[in-house]
């Protein structure tokens, strides 16, 4: 335990150090979202209509803001496993794996690191609320950065698990943009399921982004009810955490194997 302890605490620390001495990774985790929530809130805003038996006038900017939240973690997930392609072809995992410290704990501390700038950066977007009128409670923050938390640890676990079998940063972010944003233009971010062609409420339903967005979106508007929501919060909540502890499991089960098999 204090073994596995220790790895988990420096490779913690390691992701923090990289992130500070790499400042373009704040800005490309933080920036791009923004722009695509000015542009596209600006974009829509004079079109968007909410449904109709929601009874409720928010305009696209605020329907859109949980979405961008989920965005940024998303690109978070994506900057910082992107590493470990790099470390991998420095050597630098292959000394981790011969290292004192169990795998699990290499996933962990990577994974802890990275979800630790995720819900960061994500805090920092959250300042932005006050633009649009959302003025959330106390509890309400503290939920919405307990649901960052989780969303923040499933996208950095599945990264890790790609990232672990690429061989170039090319392949990883085709990969992780195959698998990525179609999950979230679908999760109810973009546009609100109801009034959706049957199919794509389907896939809304079906896809467990969907509740990460929608317990967001419960979270800022709490106590009070949300404008459009996919499930109830509890179940959100459950479906994002069966989720991260399933990605973690996946990652896990990955870098267990051997590195190199097949070759």
Known sequence: MPAALNTIGALWRREIIKFVRDRSRLVGALLQPLGFWVLLG??????????????????????????????????????????????????????????????????????????????AEAALFLLLMPTIGLTPSLPGVLLVLLVCFL??????????????????????????????????????AFFPAEGAP????????????????????????????????????GVCLLVSLGLALGLLALAVVTVRRPLFAGR
Do not use: C
């Open 198 to 233: 049957a199919v794509l409420r389907w896939a809304i339903t079906l896809n467990p982004v969907s509740y990460a967005v929608s317990a967001l979106r419960q979270a800022l508007y709490w106590p009070e009810v949300a404008p459009v929501t996919t499930a109830p919060l």
């Open 151 to 188: 969303t923040a640890l499933a996208f950095t676990a599945l990264g890790f698990t790609i990232a672990w079998r690429m061989e170039t940063t090319r392949g990883f972010h085709a990969v992780m943009n195959l698998f990525l944003m179609p999950l979230w233009f679908l999760s109810g």
């Open 42 to 119: 600006l974009g829509f805003q004079g079109t968007f209509r909410m449904p109709v038996e929601t009874a409720s006038d928010v305009g696209y900017m605020e329907f859109l803001f949980p979405g961008i939240i989920a965005l940024i973690l998303l690109f978070t997930a994506i900057f910082s496993t992107i590493y470990v392609v790099e470390d991998r072809k420095a050597g630098f995992m292959q000394a981790a794996l011969v290292a004192p410290g169990s795998r699990t704990a290499l996933v962990l501390g990577n994974a802890f690191g990275g979800t630790t700038l995720a819900v």
